[in-house]
């Protein structure tokens, strides 16, 4: 088992940036990708970045060059920079842990006020 806790959803205004984080324990040495999806209301799950074990890093097309996924091994931790936020990124976002199953975390939610 792989539990994931978040922290550092909140309220910003437009332009402002956050950083959320995502620990693993448990069973971390079976992670390889862990990331982050995000839902609005009304609208579909989609991912937003990732990063593996391994260093490889991505960002959806639509957030490059204002979200910046990054990952410590050492602390079992992905973060998502978030900067330049803009009221279309409110949404709660959900990290996750891949292992031989996907793991979920309760999610965070973020609130980009116009």
């Known amino acids: 088992q792989v539990q994931l806790v978040e922290s550092g959803g909140g309220l910003v205004q437009a332009g402002g940036s956050l950083r959320l984080s995502c620990a693993a324990s448990?069973?971390?040495?079976?992670?390889?990708?862990m990331g982050w999806y995000r839902q609005a209301p009304g609208k579909q799950r989609e991912l937003v970045a990732d990063a593996t074990s391994g260093g490889r890093t991505y960002v959806a097309d639509s957030m490059k060059g204002r979200f910046t996924a990054s990952r410590d091994n050492a602390k079992n931790t992905v973060y998502l920079q978030m900067n330049s936020l803009k009221p279309e990124d409110t949404a709660a976002y959900y990290c996750?842990?891949?292992?031989?199953?996907?793991?979920w975390g309760q999610g965070t939610q973020v609130t980009v006020s116009s």
């Open positions: 448990g069973r971390i040495g079976s992670i390889n990708a």
């Open positions: 996750f842990a891949d292992s031989r199953i996907r793991y």
